[in-house]
């Protein structure tokens, strides 16, 4: 079954260290996207990829940094120099960048970041 | 920039009423919309996509176009207690997904 993963589901992150965070997709989308969600809180898109090799940054990609050398995966690393790195971050992808309908996007399972 | 905005909530409805969400955008241009469902510590879920003035029905939910006024809602029949979850509105903007904050909506026994 075709779908999106994001492991690990919940991860520690002590002070000071850079963490990554990944995702894959084997349903062949050409885009996807990192947001990150605070408890209560909407969505906040942190970098985004239409094509491999090129991404964007979102609304708050400071301290924050992506790759994308292979279409099915984009992993998240969430560096020292984001001083409040407690969330909830999710992976998405889409068939084509704008979310055209009728696709949308498929969103991963999330995970969980905690600082210790 | 785009925007999309909905309602915080919660929105309380008992088990078996309408329960009616709605969504405002900005973008006179916008053509499509999508309606997610999240439940609390899990990921976003499509539930319904609508592109054109006037209703669309699937299942229990209908997701109603009105461009003119420029605003999207979503009516879930027969509401559940399982319906309990934040639903978020969203729009396609340039490369992307606009999406609303979410409204949550709390279905009582």
């Known amino acids: 079954d075709g779908g999106i993963t994001q492991s690990p589901k919940y991860l520690f992150r002590k002070e000071g260290q850079n963490v990554t965070l990944s995702c894959e997709q084997n349903?062949?989308?050409?885009?996807m996207y990192w947001y990150r969600q605070d408890p209560g809180q909407g969505l906040r898109l942190i970098y985004y990829?239409?094509?491999?090799?090129?991404?964007q940054k979102g609304d708050i990609a400071e301290g924050y940094s992506v790759s994308r050398e292979k279409k099915e995966s984009f992993p998240l690393t969430v560096t020292s120099a984001q001083k409040n790195p407690t969330a909830f971050y999710l992976c998405?992808?889409?068939?084509?960048?704008?979310?055209?309908?009728?696709?949308?996007?498929?969103f991963g399972s999330g995970t969980r970041l905690t600082v210790v | 920039q785009k925007e999309v905005e909905q309602n915080s909530g919660p929105l309380s409805v008992p088990e078996g009423a309408i329960a009616s969400l709605n969504c405002t955008y900005s973008?006179?241009?916008?053509?499509?919309f999508f309606w997610y469902r999240q439940y609390s510590g899990k990921s976003p879920e499509l539930i319904m996509f609508?592109?054109?003035?006037g209703d669309k029905e699937d299942g229990r939910f209908t997701a109603q176009l009105n461009k003119a006024s420029q605003y999207v809602s979503l009516l879930i029949r027969d509401s559940q207690p399982s319906d309990s979850a934040t639903y978020l509105c969203?729009?396609?903007?340039?490369?992307?997904?606009?999406f609303g904050t979410g409204t949550r909506l709390l279905v009582s026994p």
């Open positions: 990829s239409q094509i491999v090799n090129d991404f």
């Open positions: 973008d006179r241009g916008s053509q499509s």
């Open positions: 969203a729009a396609p903007g340039f490369q992307k997904l606009v």
């Open positions: 349903l062949n989308h050409d885009a």
């Open positions: 998405a992808s889409s068939l084509r960048g704008q979310g055209i309908f009728p696709y949308g996007y498929t």
């Open positions: 609508i592109y054109s003035n």
